[in-house]
């Protein structure tokens, strides 16, 4: 029987030897403002009289044989319905692993200690208050015949900007080919160009970190567009990962349409 292992800032369960869940990001909405002075007026005309279906997307990424990181996104809808996250993973044999709910903020987890050659399904639901299925997502993966925990030196990054909204977007990243055991930090560096000069987020986050929540981003300012400037460099003890986005907002709403394509296009193509 597979037992979880329940893995952040409160503490918690962490008994179990066949295979494990990290609960990562339990408290995952690091609210940072990159605001202008006209935001408050933007929030009034972008109300719509019936509210857009909910849609669920997730990914899948192999940190190591023995590790998944999973990640979802409430890509379409009004978070302000989101309850919680349902998460349930089955094994081939249609046993379930794993039943748990967790927060609304909630967008990572990790499963570890996982068994050779064998195909996880990963099912997420989103849920209103009233407990109804606001949208829903599956994903698999087939681990490796071998368990062999060595992996390769050359690690990579794959970064994730999804549920733009009007006034905020949210940033995920994940690790392949990389131990986040050896993860010292994150480092999180955001830029936006202004006629005053650059806005600028500079933090360090803690090594179990994989998702960053931006509020308050106009879509209007006093030039025709906006650059953000994303750089994540994860600190391992071997090796240094970069990635480096640059996310250009321009003033039309249809705008978020063209970046979600140019990020998920990024996310797939490059590490």
Known sequence: ???????????????????????????????????????NSINGCLAEATAP????DAYLIKETPVRLRVLWFLTA????????????????????????????????????????????????????????TLAQKEVSMTTQASTDTKIDRDGKMFLFVDEIRPTHAR?????????PAKVKNIRLHVERDEVLGPQVIDRTLDSNKRTFFFSRIPLDSFDSNDVFVVVVVVVVVVVVVVVVVVVV?????????????????????SC
């Open 53 to 56: 279906r909910h849609e669920l």
């Open 77 to 132: 809808g009004e978070l302000s319905a989101l309850a919680r996250f349902q998460l349930t993973v089955m094994d081939d044999s249609g046993q379930k692993l794993v039943d748990r709910k967790l927060p609304k903020k909630h967008r990572s987890i990790g499963l570890n200690r996982l068994s050779a050659d064998t195909t996880y399904r990963i099912n997420i639901k989103a849920q209103g208050y009233f407990g109804q």
């Open 249 to 269: 907002v321009v003033e039309a709403a249809i705008a978020v349409v063209v970046i979600v394509e140019e990020i998920h296009q990024f996310c797939c193509h």
């Open 171 to 179: 940033l995920a990243w994940a690790l392949y080919n990389v131990d």
């Open 1 to 39: 029987m597979l037992n979880s292992t329940y893995d952040d800032n409160n503490g918690g369960d962490t008994g179990g030897d066949t295979a494990g869940v990290n609960d990562d990001d339990c408290n995952d909405d690091d609210d940072d403002s990159i605001s202008h002075h006209n935001d």
